[in-house]
């Protein structure tokens, strides 16, 4: 939350957990109805993220406004979960198709929101995982386009810390300033599932 007097990203951590958040057998749901969706109109798994888009099956996803309250919390606005804005994705444990570090906000082009990245597998040394920058930058660092086409930090060379132990049903929710990349651990031996699910201020 933007506190009086304070700039919003010198002291307030980059990322946050809320264990629990969801529902499980809900997210298992979404995650069958996800894949059926994704093989029968052949992305799944040739890529590893896919917009939501307008079929919004996230909006299968009743609980999902859980993370509108949250959103609307840190902002102090009213900010519905954008499906255009949103994409699920699906990492093999490999380093295809595996996202540098980056900031949303190069690829959102300045939009203000926050990110929850949900996962729909159990996140552990097995699969591909998330890693952050301990410090919000609190400005958007240049960006270069990588082969996929997404935009990544032009320069790589920051510190990350990788994220373990979470279960179906956690979220993290991260700003758009956020520095964070795709890690796949030595070990990964699964495909990582998840949502990244992005709020946008009305
Ligand atoms: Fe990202």
Same mark, same amino acid.
């Given at each position: 939350m933007r506190r009086a007097g304070?700039?919003?990203? $010198?002291?307030?951590?980059s990322f946050k957990v809320f264990p629990g958040l969801l529902d499980p057998a809900e997210l298992k749901r979404v995650r069958t109805r996800l894949r059926i969706h994704f093989n029968r109109v052949g992305y799944f798994p040739k890529q590893s993220g896919i917009p939501l888009g307008? $079929?919004?099956?996230?909006?299968?996803?009743?609980?999902?406004f859980r993370l509108e309250i949250v959103a609307s919390l840190e902002l102090g606005r009213n900010c519905p979960i954008s499906h255009t804005h949103s994409s699920y994705r699906c990492q093999p444990?490999?380093?295809?198709?595996s996202l540098a570090p980056h900031q949303d906000s190069a690829a959102l082009k300045g939009t203000e929101g926050l990110t929850f990245w949900v996962p729909l597998s159990p996140i552990n040394r097995l699969r591909p995982t998330i890693a952050f920058? $301990?410090?919000?930058?609190g400005t958007v660092l240049p960006h270069i386009q990588d082969d996929a086409q997404y935009a990544v930090?032009?320069?790589?060379r920051v510190a990350l810390t990788p994220l373990y132990g979470?279960?179906?049903g956690d979220v993290v929710m991260l700003y758009h300033d956020t520095i964070h990349a795709t890690h796949i651990p030595r070990t990964a031996v699964f495909y990582r599932e998840s949502l990244d699910l992005r709020a946008i201020p009305q």
């Amino acid at each position: 939350m933007r506190r009086a007097g304070r700039k919003a990203n $010198d002291m307030t951590p980059s990322f946050k957990v809320f264990p629990g958040l969801l529902d499980p057998a809900e997210l298992k749901r979404v995650r069958t109805r996800l894949r059926i969706h994704f093989n029968r109109v052949g992305y799944f798994p040739k890529q590893s993220g896919i917009p939501l888009g307008r $079929d919004a099956l996230v909006y299968l996803f009743t609980s999902v406004f859980r993370l509108e309250i949250v959103a609307s919390l840190e902002l102090g606005r009213n900010c519905p979960i954008s499906h255009t804005h949103s994409s699920y994705r699906c990492q093999p444990p490999t380093k295809f198709r595996s996202l540098a570090p980056h900031q949303d906000s190069a690829a959102l082009k300045g939009t203000e929101g926050l990110t929850f990245w949900v996962p729909l597998s159990p996140i552990n040394r097995l699969r591909p995982t998330i890693a952050f920058h $301990d410090k919000r930058p609190g400005t958007v660092l240049p960006h270069i386009q990588d082969d996929a086409q997404y935009a990544v930090l032009a320069d790589p060379r920051v510190a990350l810390t990788p994220l373990y132990g979470l279960a179906i049903g956690d979220v993290v929710m991260l700003y758009h300033d956020t520095i964070h990349a795709t890690h796949i651990p030595r070990t990964a031996v699964f495909y990582r599932e998840s949502l990244d699910l992005r709020a946008i201020p009305q």
